[in-house]
């Protein structure tokens, strides 16, 4: 990616949300196993995936994407690589392919071993199943999403961030056997953490969005009342009490909301 790239995705894991409690504390080995069968099991694999992408890009585009997988062959493991891995992640991107900006992302993961990198890859991932309808192509990224995320709670168990957005994965893929997998997490992490605004403003986004709005201005509201100001609690707020038809209520917290924005 380019660094403007790299910190849009960045910023974007900051508000997207993690994971589930605790450490894994399985072997290695099993690990390593559980890994290559996960792998092996999914509905598309990333060549698959290059190749209809790259079957789409106009000559410029595919010029470009070329040289910079040319450089990457050259360069290796070292820190050119590694930016060069951001750059190829950056550009699919950019061409509305965020499935290959999660597997360039994951590789730069790999690679660094860091917290960081692997919310950077789950973030882009779960950008992919949003926008995705192909459902190999979404189950593809929820997979590797999942594996990023927990990678990264793995390092630091103790990150609500990487909790939520797990959860966030799987509520934007549901597993077919489970399929109310990432609202029980997110309700099992608000009755662990019941004053965390992070928590609180991803369930009142969650109730909007399925028509929950007396659920979602609850919540909004408590979140409010812990930390004023929070600027996406109100600017959710002014959603929640327009879909619960209190014309008055939205415009004033729509308000708000923009003048919050201009800061």
């Not at 708000?256 to 924005?261: E, L, M």
Request: aromatic letters at 6%; proline letters at 3%.
């Amino acid at each position: 990616m380019t660094k403007l790239q790299w910190a849009v995705i960045a910023s974007a894991t900051a508000l997207f949300l993690l994971m589930y409690f605790g450490c894994d504390n399985k072997p290695r080995d099993i690990k390593a196993l559980e890994k290559s069968r996960a792998l092996v099991a999914e509905s598309t694999d990333v060549n698959a995936l290059l190749q209809e992408a790259k079957a789409s890009l106009s000559p410029a585009q595919s010029a470009s994407i070329l040289a910079l997988e040319a450089r990457l062959d050259e360069a290796g493991a070292d820190s050119a690589g590694l930016e060069l891995l951001k750059e190829l992640s950056g550009q699919w991107y950019g061409l509305g392919a965020p499935a290959l900006a999660g597997y360039y992302a994951q590789r730069v993961a790999e690679a660094t071993g860091t917290e960081e990198a692997w919310s950077i890859a789950g973030t882009t991932y779960t950008i992919c199943i949003q926008r995705s309808q192909d459902a190999k192509i979404r189950d593809f990224c929820t997979g590797r999403a999942v594996q990023a995320f927990e990678n990264a709670i793995s390092l630091n168990p103790a990150s609500i961030a990487h909790q939520v957005n797990l959860a966030l994965a799987y509520s934007a893929n549901p597993p077919q056997d489970d399929p109310m997998k990432g609202i029980l997490m997110l309700r099992n992490l608000n009755q662990n953490n019941p004053d965390n605004v992070l928590i609180l403003n991803t369930l009142g986004r969650l109730s909007i969005q399925t028509g929950q709005y007396a659920r979602a201005i609850e919540r909004l509201e408590r979140a409010l009342a812990i930390e004023p100001g929070n600027i996406d609690a109100t600017c959710l707020l002014a959603q929640a009490y327009e879909g619960a038809g209190e014309s008055g209520k939205a415009s004033e917290f729509a308000e708000k909301c923009r003048g919050q924005s201009a800061q």
